[in-house]
């Protein structure tokens, strides 16, 4: 799969005040600032690391970064020009690479979608959920389900 690429990491690290300033990979000149990012194996001034498409600086999104067809790319622009979309277990409509979603064995799911297909209960943060028949379910309708089926849980 395309997006199955590492990503490259970026460290900060703050210029020593007694040593020759490091070329900078992005525009040639020297780094004289206190601080410069390395990534990879080459340095850069903060504002040189950018995303190729949306110029976001890398530095700042966070410690990864893509490269594809010498490209720079921020994770989600990476994910957005290469990354593998799915269809939603639910709705069956395509799942942008860079949107969360939720997974349940091999479903995959928007966040939208993501209820109880009985009730369309939504799920908060800790709630059980059941996937029975590809179908996922609340509790209370998963139970209920059992009952009719006649191998309800014993209750004690």
Not at 77 to 82: A, E, I, N, Q, T
Request: aromatic share 8%; glycine share 6%.
């Amino acid at each position: 799969a395309a997006a199955s690429q590492r990503p490259g990491s970026i460290q900060m690290l703050s210029v020593k005040p007694d040593t020759k300033p490091k070329g900078c990979a992005g525009c040639n000149r020297k780094i004289k600032d206190r601080y410069l990012l390395k990534a990879l194996d080459k340095y850069w001034h903060e504002d040189c690391l950018k995303c190729a498409c949306c110029d976001c600086r890398l530095g700042e999104v966070g410690s990864t970064l893509y490269t594809k067809a010498n490209l720079i790319l921020c994770r989600r622009d990476y994910l957005r020009l290469f990354g593998v979309t799915g269809n939603c277990a639910a709705c069956s409509k395509l799942i942008p690479a860079f949107e969360m979603v939720m997974r349940a064995k091999d479903n995959v799911y928007h966040l939208d979608c993501f209820a109880c297909q009985l009730c369309n209960q939504r799920f908060c943060v800790g709630d059980k959920f059941f996937l029975k028949n590809n179908m996922i379910l609340c509790q209370t309708d998963y139970e209920e389900g059992l009952m009719k089926e006649g191998y309800a849980p014993q209750v004690r």
